[in-house]
């Protein structure tokens, strides 16, 4: 577990611009079975999440279609939220950071963390840009 106030900072990169942190099983449960779609961001202390996948997930929601509900859970924090999230991420191995788009509660768009690390956020923004338009 990390301490708070180191990522503190880390959170607020999501929560700043509407993100919904989920830290138990059962607020995973329902955010994922919301109607619409929901982005889950796997959110960690890494150097890629840092550089690439949190300045995607903020970029993407400039699009016009964007997902109903954005939530995010923090790998090595917010442990039992994480793993719950990843079983409806399956048949993808766990990695974090990850990015997941769900509709009406089913899996319809995965990035896993050899999507984002090592390209630019940019280039991630548009692939979740891409889901969006087709499912949101």
Same mark, same amino acid.
């Given at each position: 577990m990390y301490p708070a106030e180191l990522i503190k900072p880390m959170r607020e990169d999501l929560t700043s611009v509407g993100f919904e942190e989920l830290?138990?099983? @059962?607020?995973?449960?329902? /955010?994922? /079975?919301?109607e619409g779609t929901t982005l889950v961001v796997v959110n960690s202390v890494c150097g890629c999440a840092a550089a690439n996948a949190r300045p995607a997930a903020r970029m993407s929601l400039q699009n016009a279609k964007r997902p109903s509900h954005l939530t995010t859970v923090f790998a090595g924090v917010d442990r039992e939220a994480t793993d719950k999230a990843r079983e409806y991420m399956?048949?993808?191995?766990?990695?974090s950071p990850c990015m997941a788009l769900f509709k009406n509660? @089913?899996?319809v768009h995965m990035l896993e963390r050899h999507h984002i @690390?090592?390209?630019p956020a940019e280039l991630i923004a548009e692939?979740?840009?891409d889901a969006y338009n087709e499912h949101c």
């Open positions: 830290h138990t099983a @059962e607020s995973v449960d329902i /955010a994922i /079975a919301k399956i048949p993808f191995p766990p990695s509660g @089913e899996l @690390e090592g390209r692939n979740l840009v």
